[in-house]
């Protein structure tokens, strides 16, 4: 039970860091490498939030806004340019992440910050005391999993956006206006981003790098996930779980490359990954 | 001819008032520090605690009627670094001697340059020990002497038998636990788990499940310092573990930083803020007086840095001057009643320690739960006189 349980939050803390970077890599078709530094930015709008006196939940919709914000400032001003350069687009995100990281660091320092537990204590399930936060955070992936699904399936952006990632000169020659479409799909992606780093903190320390450690993993997932959050909830689930058992099993230290050896592994076989799924 | 001893005399006389100019000029005490890197987050104490020890030693008529003088270089907390900073404090700056707190890589990494150079070294950190070197004396802990009194005590007070380990998979992390396995299996008691996992990692749930299964009486926890011990702790506390927790990577402002979650931790250092010394009182008044708000807080890295520009200020003194044969054969002679007590580095270049049992407080300050006088830091360097 407690192990089925492990593998139930792992993925859903793994599928709540790498749906933002899905959602601009599928219709952008670049790879934000600056996802790090955004759920880093999401976690610092806790801090703030806390600091300024309000409740810590708070933190939840101003880090969405704020990254949304910073994430449609930097769409315009740095990757619009680059949309038919997507290797200067990894160069210049991963550049991006670390302005946004040192920024952070002048700001605030070095330190690990404090920030309250947004929920604490344990709750007994069957036969298992488990942690409530992370039943919480289950509950979370779930949550932005059917909002992400009502958005894409259901909206006219989620049409257009469906369209864009299908064939972009079609979308643009039926009067879609793509650029649009763009800039709104990286807010959205950036603002999920920012709104896993509020979800971390009870789970992980705050600092200047929290994002780094996160990054790979919910890169690796996107790669095999490809455009489909379907295929992304699939890839979590079955990623998590053999980082979960091979952890118990094994060792954690090779649990912890579980991801990337799988993600190169499922890519080799087949090259469209769990996408087709 | 009159040319030529004039042009010998000259260089003789430029030679004496340059030789002079080094015996009445400041004594330079270079400091390699990690000022970028892994340690940025210490190494701002360190450097203040040595300004302090040189200014009060200044203000009291300095060393041999010479000022001292500190040197900073940054050796960004590893090997290519340090090998640098070294080099250049060393052979450029010419310091007389190197007082610092550094990682365990820029250690190793800068002593060849020290035997080379042979410039006495006062290595203010601790570590997992069994570093030797003619010219390098040790002013901070080793495992023989952090880890005891926690688990004396667990046994002790807790009547606590098995043990579960959890550290960060590098150098410190398995040497601190491997020892602390030793010890545990010495003193009768057993491990049940010995979990890793990497720096980088931030998800402990399989292990903390693990912890869970093997119902240990006790945990002890040795991961890198700052990020992989808050997340450590958080998760351990959200999955409602509340056995009693030893943590051997923990300070306090670490701990402070860890918020609630941190109430309870027992830690094991050789100085904690709140020793009740005159000696600390003193110090610690000194140093919020010339820092005021831009104060570091004092802590088991700084601290040694400190006492050790006394110690090295009461070697010269006793050896009559800055020479470093000298200074070496009189280093281990002197002893400094500092912050931390009486240091003197008799014991094969390592110091015996006065070590301090602490326990987080809810409001994030450690508590003195126990004092152990004068632990002894074993056979550290065993063919070094």
Request: aromatic share 8%.
């Amino acid at each position: 039970m407690l192990l089925l349980l492990d593998i139930l939050t792992t993925a859903a803390i793994l599928f709540v860091v790498s749906v933002g970077l899905l959602a601009i890599f599928g219709v952008l078709k670049i790879i934000n490498f600056a996802h790090g530094a955004w759920l880093t930015i999401g976690a610092y709008c806790a801090v703030v939030a806390v600091k300024m006196g309000l409740n810590p939940w708070a933190g939840l919709p101003i880090a969405f806004v704020v990254g949304a914000l910073l994430g449609g400032i930097a769409e315009l001003l740095i990757i619009r340019p680059l949309y038919r350069r997507p290797l200067d687009a990894i160069l210049a995100t991963w550049g991006l992440g670390i302005v946004i990281g040192q920024l952070i660091t002048l700001e605030f320092g070095r330190d690990v910050q404090l920030i309250p537990n947004l929920m604490s204590g344990t709750i007994r399930v069957l036969s298992v005391d488990y942690s409530v936060y992370r039943l919480f955070v289950l509950l979370a992936a779930l949550v932005i999993g059917a909002l992400f699904a009502l958005t894409i399936e259901g909206t006219r952006l989620g049409l257009a956006a469906r369209a864009v990632i299908m064939n972009e000169t079609l979308a643009r020659s039926l009067g879609i206006d793509t650029d649009r479409v763009r800039l709104v799909i990286f807010m959205i992606g950036a603002g999920l981003a920012a709104l896993a780093g509020v979800l971390l903190t009870p789970l992980t320390s705050v600092d200047p790098n929290m994002g780094v450690a996160w990054l790979i993993g919910a890169f690796m997932l996107v790669m095999v996930a490809d455009t489909s959050y379907l295929a992304l909830a699939a890839a979590c689930i079955v990623f998590g779980g053999v980082q979960v058992l091979v952890s118990t099993f094994v060792s954690p230290v090779l649990g912890g490359i579980s991801i990337a050896v799988l993600a190169a592994l499922v890519l080799r076989i087949n090259s469209r990954g769990f996408s087709r799924a | 001819m009159t040319a030529k001893l004039f042009a010998a005399s000259a260089v003789t006389l430029l030679l004496a008032t340059v030789a002079h100019a080094a015996d009445s000029g400041p004594i330079v005490i270079g400091v390699p520090v990690g000022l970028s890197g892994a340690n940025s987050v210490v190494a701002p104490s360190v450097v203040q605690e040595a300004q302090l020890a040189v200014d009060e030693i200044n203000a009291a008529g300095g060393v041999l009627g010479r000022k001292l003088q500190l040197e900073v270089a940054d050796d960004a907390s590893g090997a290519a670094g340090a090998q640098k900073a070294f080099d250049s404090l060393i052979y450029q700056k010419k310091v007389d001697a190197l007082i610092s707190m550094e990682t365990s890589a820029a250690r190793n990494a800068g002593l060849p340059a020290v035997g080379k150079g042979h410039v006495p070294y006062i290595y203010t950190s601790f570590y997992e020990g069994h570093s030797c070197n003619k010219y390098m004396y040790v002013d901070a802990w080793v495992p023989e002497q952090q880890v005891p009194p926690i688990i004396d005590n667990f046994v002790k007070d807790k009547g606590a038998k098995t043990y579960f380990l959890i550290g960060s998979d590098y150098a410190f992390g398995r040497g601190m636990l491997g020892f602390t396995r030793k010890y545990i299996e010495k003193v009768g008691g057993k491990v049940v788990g010995e979990e890793y996992l990497p720096m980088d990692g931030a998800d402990w749930t399989p292990i903390l499940s693990k912890l869970k299964d093997a119902k240990p009486d006790a945990i002890i926890t040795s991961t890198a310092g700052g990020a992989p011990n808050v997340t450590l702790t958080k998760q351990m506390r959200a999955a409602g573990i509340n056995l009693p927790y030893a943590n051997l990577a923990v300070d306090e402002g670490t701990a402070k930083s860890m918020g609630s979650d941190a109430t309870g931790i027992y830690l094991s250092a050789s100085y904690v803020t709140g020793i009740d010394s005159p000696e600390n009182k003193k110090f610690l008044d000194a140093a919020s007086k010339k820092f005021g708000a831009d104060l570091k807080t004092p802590n088991d890295l700084s601290v040694p840095e400190y006492e050790a520009v006394y110690l090295y200020k009461l070697a010269v003194e006793k050896a009559g001057s800055t020479d470093p044969a000298k200074v070496i054969e009189s280093l281990p002679t002197v002893s400094f009643t500092g912050p931390r007590g009486e240091i003197k580095m008799d014991k094969e270049h390592h110091a015996p320690l006065t070590m301090y049992l602490g326990q987080v407080q809810s409001d994030g300050t450690v508590k003195v739960a126990a004092t152990f006088k004068d632990v002894d830091p074993g056979d550290q360097c065993p063919n070094l006189k």
